[in-house]
C-alpha cells in the first residue's frame, strides 16, 4: 500500500506570503491529485498530474517522479486560500479510482 | 449541472438503528466511491464500483453495504449503527477517462454527511 506523507500538518501565514506544501509517496504512481477542503467540509479537486508542472491562477502544482514528491505553491496568499489541502496518488488497485489520501496540511492565512 | 449529491448533511443515529445515505452523480461517470474522514487520518475508502452492477470493498468495509443499480446512483447502507461509524462521509465520482492534458482533475466530491452515533 502506498504510504502518503504531507508536509507541514499545519501552516499558518501572512496575508501575501509564497506558500509551498509537500507530499511524499512509498510507491510508484500513475497520477497525484491536489485537493482543497474549505471549513465548510466540501471537497474540491484543484490538480491532477503525473509529470512536470501545472498552474491554474495562483495556484502551482509540480512533481517529481524520480523522487516521489510533489509540491503544491500558492503565490500571493489571501485568507480565502485558508483550507485543508489533501494530496491523493492513484497507484494500481485500491478501488475505482486507486487512491491513497494524506492527512491533509492546515493553511491559516491571517490578513 | 448539479454534479455530486449527497443526502442527509446530518445524521444521529442511536447504536443499532440502520440508515441510507444517498449519493447521486449526473455526469454519467463510471466510477463511484465512499469515503469516510476521522479527525487525524486520511480519507479511507469503504466501498466503491466501477460501473452498474459492479462493487468492491475498500479498506474499511465492516458494518457498511452498497449497491449500484443504476450508472447514477450508489447508496450507502448501515445495517446496525456503532459508535465507531461516528464521521463524515464522501462520495466521489470520476470517469474513467483521465485527460492528463487538462489542469484540473476529474474527481468530483458530495458536500459530505456528518454522522454521529450515540
Known amino acids: 500500500k502506498n504510504e502518503v506523507e504531507q508536509s507541514p500538518q499545519n501552516l499558518t501565514a501572512q496575508e501575501g506570503e509564497f506558500i509551498t506544501i509537500n507530499c511524499s509517496y512509498s510507491?510508484?504512481?500513475?497520477?497525484l491529485h491536489w485537493l482543497q477542503q474549505h471549513p465548510g467540509g466540501g471537497i474540491v479537486s484543484l490538480f491532477m498530474?503525473?509529470?512536470g508542472k501545472k498552474k491554474h491562477g495562483r495556484l502551482i502544482a509540480t512533481i517529481n517522479i524520480q523522487e516521489k514528491h510533489s509540491s503544491l505553491h500558492i503565490t500571493a496568499s489571501h485568507p480565502r486560500d485558508s483550507a485543508v489541502y489533501i494530496c491523493?496518488?492513484?497507484?494500481?488497485?485500491?478501488?475505482?479510482?486507486?487512491?491513497?489520501f494524506g492527512k491533509g496540511t492546515h493553511l491559516i492565512i491571517q490578513p | 449541472n448539479a454534479g455530486v449529491t449527497q443526502t442527509p448533511k446530518f445524521q444521529v443515529l442511536k447504536t443499532g438503528q440502520s440508515m441510507t445515505l444517498q449519493c447521486a452523480q449526473d455526469?454519467?461517470?463510471?466510477?463511484m466511491s465512499w469515503y469516510r474522514q476521522d479527525p487525524g487520518m486520511g480519507l479511507r475508502l469503504i466501498h466503491y464500483?466501477?460501473?452498474?452492477?459492479?462493487?468492491d470493498q475498500g479498506e474499511v468495509p465492516n458494518g457498511y453495504n452498497v449497491s449500484r443499480s443504476t450508472t447514477e446512483d450508489f447508496p450507502l447502507r448501515l445495517l446496525s449503527a456503532a459508535p465507531s461509524q461516528t464521521s463524515v462521509y464522501f462520495c466521489?465520482?470520476?470517469?474513467?477517462?483521465?485527460?492528463?492534458?487538462?489542469?484540473?482533475?476529474?474527481?468530483?466530491f458530495g458536500n459530505g454527511t456528518r454522522l454521529t452515533v450515540t
Open positions: 466521489a465520482s470520476s470517469t474513467r477517462r483521465q485527460d492528463l492534458s487538462s489542469y484540473n482533475s476529474p474527481l468530483h
Open positions: 510507491v510508484g504512481i500513475s497520477a
Open positions: 498530474l503525473s509529470s
Open positions: 491523493a496518488v492513484r497507484s494500481s488497485g485500491g478501488g475505482a479510482d486507486g487512491l491513497t
Open positions: 455526469m454519467n461517470h463510471e466510477y
Open positions: 464500483s466501477v460501473g452498474a452492477g459492479i462493487t
